[in-house]
């Protein structure tokens, strides 16, 4: 009876679950969703662009074992570097013809390119060779470690992935050669070092080095630049590498000096595998973290799927993916080392819309290019490369305003700030009459009014204004500000010892500077407004905001208090927010000005915010002198003092932070142990 309730059980919750649809897959079965990003790099869903159609773990009698790296030539022929069984497998197009070469030469091949001879260069890690076999396997040339001097007898020569140029030069990736990529002509002479990482040195290893002499912190740290981990070349001749460990420009794509010419902002990882060069110069790469990444070719992120699965039940997820190309037909194959596979992916009608948009796109044919993205857009609206794509349609069309919001909503600055110009061009031309004319009436104005009347309206009002306000205190108290900017030392002294302002107004003054501040967030003109309104938290503002200042009064005071400072705390608190006035009397008006400007005028906006903070920081440095009754050179070292006791409490702070957390994490443990063994 039992038994039978259980069955019927089972039944009743597969029938739930095959109508409520409870699974991770797609909209067309795969295991795994598609993205592409935003103009934020934000992870935005999109339609599938790629689905695995199969799975290869064995090709004839021959079964794949570790392979490392890929290679799809001109006639779509596969190469397998099959690194377990120590040989190079090609198969041709149809998957009829199977052979293997270097069977009884190689050791551990790793790394794979066939040149446009259908010459097979093997990068053989374990024989530190590189070896040139012919189309049909004869070893035609080995390439052993350079003997130059200029490549040095320590240098390490482990030939882990290598490609070759229309020269026949060779580059080749040797584990670790932190010189960068190893150059060799056809004959074997060492050219050079080519496109080498540079070291980065993070704050542990600065504040390290300034603590121990040199011989002790070597012990502990090496600063080198880290190795490229894979490579690639283009139909042009120029070489592409990926390298593990590095944020931002983990792809870099090197001219023929080495110099990095992409884009170092990129929306990648930092545990790239493989780079390879598609069709249309679009780039795919795959990574530790099982995605797959496809770029264009500046470097935008068109897609990213895949994922990881270790256990290996999954078509189109992966262990350990450690090489990615494609064919003629945009098909991906991808090698899972650790699964011994090769797994095959084909591109969705969504992909094909993209790659006919973007390759019209990539060739500057943007009217022509518009039909696709449009067609893009109608599946996913929020694909912010085709609103750039059709933005610089309508911009070659002349149609400026409809432009300037497709640039807006694809944040593309510098399309926004051209159509901006023209708009703007266009208006000055129309009203330009109009302008001069209240010009000229406003001068004619005031001149008759000199003349005649000998009174400016103005001028009166702003005087009537101001006698009526300052019959109230706080008014009074508010008004300060502008004797603050006039004459600094003497409101200095009238905040210390004539109580010129109160906390009150202090506050209000802090109040009226975080709205400001709100208000630069959103209204601050497109191309200088580099904030996420879609992110923005009030509280997270008004931190970033109070909290320097906070740590500036605090720590000014605890240094002059211990150095014959003879400002109180209420008062270096007044006189610091105070001294805030060119900020607060200035920052909307640059605001404003900021949304009549574009990228061409750049440098008035980027002028009159430095001003705003050079007054300011002028202003407190008087503030500091006066207040505490200091010298100019007391002065300079209070503020040095001041610095560094902010750094101070802020690196107490997040250890005091870190250790807390350490402390409440222990303890919650304890909880839970105690939980469980009760």
Known sequence: MKKKILLLLILVLTF?????????????????????????HRLIPT??????????????????????????????????????????????????????IGKDVLIKPTGLFVDKDKNIYVADMEASLVYKFSPTGEVLFTYGKPTEPMFGTKTPYRPIKVTVDYRGNLYIISEGTYNGIIQLNSKGEFLGFFGANTSKVDLRTII???????????????????????????DQGRVYTVTRGTFGDAIKRHNISGVNKMRTDLNDTNAFNAISIGPIGNIYT???????????????LLFLFGGKDERGYFKGLFNNPVAIASDKGFNLYVIDRAKSELHVFIRTD??????????LYQEGLYSESKEPWQLVLEANNMFDLAHKGIGLAYFKQEMYREALEEFRIAGYRQGYSDSFWELRNDWLMRNLSIILIIFASL?????????????????????YIKTQLNKYRISRE??????????????????????????????????????????????????????????????KEAITLFAPLVLFICANYLVCAINDGEGKFTVVFKATIYSLMPLILFWPVVVILSNVLTLNEAFIYQAA??????????????????????????????ILITAFTMIVMLVSYYLLNGLVQQVINFIIQIISEVGLRV
């Open 16 to 40: 739930i679950l095959s109508f409520n649809g409870i699974s991770t897959k797609a909209n067309n079965g795969v295991l795994y969703k598609t993205y592409t990003e935003d103009h934020s």
């Open 47 to 100: 339609q599938d662009a790629y689905i695995p159609i199969a799975i290869y773990t064995q090709f004839g009698d021959i079964t794949l074992k570790n392979p490392e790296d890929i290679f799809i030539d001109e006639d779509e022929s596969l190469y397998i570097a099959d690194t377990g069984n120590k040989q190079i497998l090609i198969i041709d197009k149809g998957y009829t013809n199977i052979r293997t």
């Open 208 to 234: 390290i080095k300034s603590i121990f002499p040199k011989n002790v912190y070597e012990r502990f740290i090496t600063v080198n630049p880290v190795t490229p981990t894979n490579i690639t070349i283009d």
């Open 286 to 300: 795959v990574a530790d973290d099982g995605y797959v990444r496809e770029y264009d070719a500046e470097g935008n």
């Open 350 to 359: 969504f992909a094909k819309l993209v790659h006919e948009a973007v390759a």
């Open 443 to 463: 001068y004619l104005f005031s001149v008759i009014n000199r003349y005649t009347l000998k009174v400016h309206p103005i001028k009166s009002g702003i005087k």
């Open 478 to 539: 508010l008004l300060f500000v502008t004797y603050v900017m006039k004459n600094p030392a003497d409101a200095y002294y009238g905040i210390k010892r004539e109580g010129k302002v109160s906390i009150l107004s202090t506050l209000i003054l802090c109040l009226v500077l975080y709205i400001e501040k709100i208000f630069a967030i959103y209204y601050t003109g497109f191309v200088f407004n580099y904030n996420d309104l879609y992110r923005v938290s009030l509280v």
């Open 609 to 638: 915010m430095t001003v705003l903070y050079a007054y300011t920081g002028i202003l407190l440095f008087i503030m500091i002198k006066e207040i505490h009754n200091y010298s100019l050179w007391e002065t300079i070292k209070i």
